[in-house]
């Protein structure tokens, strides 16, 4: 049995260290850039008066589609995302080797699983665009099913209170640009590297903002046992327009999201697989 998980790592490794995964993560990052400038795009839109579209994930794929060869570009998105989700699957399964056995490899190995799975949400967002497929109204579909189990509304709390938790991760990376491990070091050097961290901070305080909006609705719908409360990120950014300042809150958080899609760019060119 050791042999075989020894046998299991060994592959595992030098598939993470080969060309074709990293020029496919730096491939998936691109893509991943695109979906976050469009969601941006979308969200200043919706700050100046357009409630037609959709500032989300699906919405953004919908709005590329529109374009000429949209489907084409959705269908690169696609591929890209599942890209994403090959990488994060082998970290899961073989990776951070450099971090301690026991608990801290495993915590660092559920990240890159969690990962897996939001690059596959992306992804298959994407291909739900190019297949025509409907997206629920009046609350996400998953909310409605899980609010039916044994202790539903409580679930739905708990997913919402570990969506405000991802968000706040994310503000706190940006301030301590810890999430500058992720350049290697020409990409942190001169005045690229400095324009670079700056699409760092700023989006990753813009996403981890809208993130825990949307995990405070989901929290919201949960305790007050409404599926319909539980909010999108567009829902989480309309919300955002019924504060003071809402117009410009929503603004200075559709920037955050553009510099994070720039920062994806960035990463892409300058990949520190970590």
Request: positive net charge.
């Amino acid at each position: 049995m050791a042999e075989m998980t020894d046998r299991a790592e060994d592959i595992g490794r030098r598939a993470q260290n080969s060309d074709w995964l990293d020029w496919s993560i730096r491939a998936g990052l691109v893509a991943y850039g695109i979906v976050h400038l469009l969601i941006g795009w979308l969200a200043l839109q919706l700050a100046f008066g357009d409630r037609s579209e959709n500032a989300s994930n699906t919405g953004a794929m919908q709005e590329l589609a529109r374009q000429p060869y949209g489907e084409v570009l959705v269908w690169a998105i696609a591929i890209g995302m599942f890209l994403l989700v090959i990488w994060r699957i082998l970290e899961a399964l073989f990776g951070h080797l450099e971090k301690e056995e026991g608990g801290e490899r495993l915590r660092a190995r559920a990240v890159s699983a969690a990962k897996a799975v939001i690059y596959a949400a992306v992804g298959i967002a994407a291909l739900n665009v190019v297949i025509g497929s409907k997206s629920s109204k009046g609350g996400s579909s998953w909310t409605k099913t899980v609010m039916d189990w044994p202790a539903g509304q409580w679930i739905i709390a708990a997913v919402g209170l570990a969506v405000i938790a991802y968000g706040a991760n994310h503000v706190f990376r940006g301030f301590t640009e810890k999430f500058a491990k992720h350049l290697d070091a020409e990409g942190k050097s001169g005045h690229s590297g400095k324009a670079y961290l700056l699409f760092g901070k700023i989006g990753y305080i813009g996403k981890g903002v809208a993130i825990a909006i949307v995990g405070s609705l989901i929290l919201y719908g949960g305790l007050t046992h409404d599926a319909s409360k539980s909010g999108s990120l567009d829902q989480a950014l309309q919300k955002l327009l019924t504060y003071p300042y809402g117009q410009v809150l929503l603004v200075a958080v559709a920037a955050g999201i553009i510099c994070y899609g720039l920062f994806c760019f960035a990463r892409a060119r300058h990949l520190s697989k970590r």
